[in-house]
């Protein structure tokens, strides 16, 4: 069991910037940001691996950026150069399953949610 509590979200302007973190009972090897806007299927925004390695979708890529701190097991997404389009709920997740990383669809524990409104 991973117990995942995001940060509350802000609403912020477009070309504006906010860092959302989410506090983790534990740290699993690679772990993940996801969001969902309205009418939307929720969809990948970035993995983030124990070691501090990274993977972004093409969406986000060169605007935010995932991290970890292993020793307050807490993970953090900074969201830079926001778009109206980013807006929506943000989730931090793991895979129920050992190693692997999460996906929408597969097996995931996830956090509450936390939402971020860009405003154009």
């Known amino acids: 069991q991973v117990q995942l509590v995001e940060s509350v979200g802000d609403s912020v302007p477009a070309g504006g910037s906010l860092r959302l973190s989410c506090a983790a009972s534990t740290i699993r090897q690679c772990m993940g940001w996801f969001r969902q806007a309205p009418g939307k299927e929720r969809e990948w925004v970035a993995h983030?691996?124990?070691?501090?390695?990274?993977t972004y979708a093409d969406a986000v890529k060169g605007r935010f950026t995932a991290s970890v701190d292993n020793a307050k097991k807490t993970l953090y997404l900074q969201l830079n150069s926001l778009r109206p389009e980013d807006g929506g709920m943000y989730y931090c997740?793991?895979?129920?399953?050992?190693?692997?990383?999460?996906?929408?669809?597969?097996?995931?524990?996830w956090g509450q949610g936390t939402q971020v409104t860009v405003s154009s």
């Open positions: 983030i691996r124990s070691d501090g390695r990274a």
């Open positions: 997740a793991a895979s129920r399953i050992g190693i692997a990383c999460p996906t929408v669809g597969s097996q995931v524990y």
